[in-house]
């Protein structure tokens, strides 16, 4: 499929170059947050009727995994409201760029720090804490009101987006999957970015912003470290860049030597797995282990957790790709072939949310009405009884994600060692083995 540019549409182009729309709905989100925030703290302790808990952890995960990552990639940090303040106060502005820069420390992020290695320990953290997370509103409050008030605290010290760049939970899994969907900014011209002075895309004009992703357009070729912010497309004084779409899963097959990355995608996969068992699946005792948090039971857990993750499946992986030629070539074989977890880990999540979302939906129109748990029924949805939804499509629609993944990432390593000269084989009897366990986990 060749790239269709988007933003040859004009009315595409022109609401994209405003900031008014997507101020407007980033705002409104904040509000969103901020209640979710209160919620957690003020409203009923009982999760499956507090708003923090029924909004975040159902409504907006089920948006974000089976419909904004897959299909718009990094769409949800265009308008994310957690680094929304912490600009307004960096920049000194809301809307329009100010005519003096603030006076901030606006420090350079540490190289040592400049990778996706601090957020997937972040994302560690919480999977560690999940069984108390989705289950107890004030700590979902709490986690919630830890990413605002440490992005506007970064932002205060650090350059750009610090903390979506390098910290977020989220942004993290969100930026490798976005490598997937079937949309992309990119430059037109090479020669255009080359030749041009000053380089308003990435340092700013009185157009707009530097991008506050510190990505500079005309060397991006892929979706992981751009932020869809826009910024690049309202100050290029060339019209050279553009939002286009494109094949899915077009970066897969893009070089990569970076372990943080692999490693991000074996975290992912892995949680996906352990999450099926614990939230999905009949064992008692391993339910009972990840709810019962500081327990010799949980820190059994928090052991065999983390050795999957860290080292069971990167362990086997690895072997895959033996014999082993040299250090560096292996490390270099290991980080290509990584990128097939992409699209098998991103199928995992779509197979197990769907599973998780249609079980717990009936809470949303219940939420909606009494979204403190006080006894409200403001839309007449509030004794709405719980009921799992499409249970009969839950089953073939998962087996379908699986398998669909399965070929995605057997092609996809095919693509990867036709271009390292080696044997895709034994890469792809593991995303096979993997894909088999998360089928009797979920189905």
């Known amino acids: 499929m060749s790239r269709i540019e988007l933003t040859g549409n004009a009315t595409l182009k022109a609401a994209l170059k405003s900031r008014a729309p997507q101020l407007a709905i980033a705002t409104a989100l904040l509000a969103g947050y901020v209640f979710a925030m209160l919620a957690g703290w003020t409203g009923t302790p009982v ?44 920049r ?47 700590v979902t409050g709490i986690v919630l009101a830890a990413m605002l008030f440490g992005a506007i605290g970064l932002s205060m010290v650090f350059e750009r987006r610090a903390f979506c760049r390098y910290l977020c939970p989220v942004g993290g899994f969100i930026g490798l999957y976005s490598q997937a ?30 991008c506050p992703w510190d990505v500079f357009p005309g060397g991006l070729t892929k979706n992981t470290y751009c932020g869809l912010c826009m910024e690049c497309i309202r100050t290029c004084p060339h019209d050279n860049i553009a939002v286009n779409a494109r094949a899915c899963g077009a970066d897969l097959v893009q070089p990569s030597g970076r372990l943080d990355e692999a490693f991000k995608a074996f975290v992912m996969l892995g949680s996906a797995m352990i999450y099926a068992a614990v939230l999905l699946g009949p064992w008692g005792a391993l339910k009972n282990a990840a709810y019962r948090v500081g327990t010799p039971e ?41 990128r ?63 398998t ?28 096979l083995a993997a894909t088999l366990a998360m089928l009797w986990l979920l189905v």
């Open 92 to 138: 000194g502005a809301i809307l329009a760029p100010p005519d003096k820069k603030p006076k901030w420390p606006n420090l350079r992020w540490p190289n040592a720090l400049r990778n996706i290695w601090l957020q997937s320990a972040a994302f560690l953290v919480l999977a560690l804490f999940s069984s108390v997370l989705l289950t107890t509103p004030g």
């Open 404 to 431: 669909g993944g399965l070929i995605w990432a057997a092609r996809t390593a095919q693509k990867i060692g036709r271009r390292i000269r080696r044997s895709p084989l034994a890469v792809a009897v593991f995303c």
């Open 181 to 210: 969907a079937p949309v992309e900014l990119r430059i037109k011209d090479k020669r255009q970015c080359v030749t041009c002075e000053g380089k308003p895309c990435y340092r700013g004009s009185q157009n707009g912003y530097g």
């Open 298 to 338: 949980w820190l059994v857990y928090v052991l065999v957790f983390l050795a999957i993750l860290l080292i069971a499946l990167p362990g086997l992986f690895a072997l895959s790709l033996l014999p082993v030629r040299s250090s560096r070539k292996f490390k270099a074989d290991f980080a290509a072939f990584a």
């Open 340 to 402: 097939v977890l992409i699209p098998l880990g991103l199928m995992f999540w779509i197979a197990f949310s769907l599973s998780f979302v249609l079980t717990n939906a009936t809470y949303i129109a219940a939420s909606l009405s009494d979204p403190l748990g006080f006894g409200w029924n403001l839309f007449g949805t509030a004794k709405m009884a719980w009921q799992p939804m499409l249970t009969s499509l839950v089953a073939p629609a998962q087996t379908l994600a699986l």
């Open 47 to 90: 999760g499956s009727a507090n708003f923090s808990i029924v909004f975040v952890w159902i409504a907006w995960w089920a948006l974000l995994i089976l419909v904004a990552v897959p299909v718009l990639g990094r769409g949800w940090c265009a308008v994310c409201p957690i680094p929304l303040p912490g600009e307004w106060i960096q």
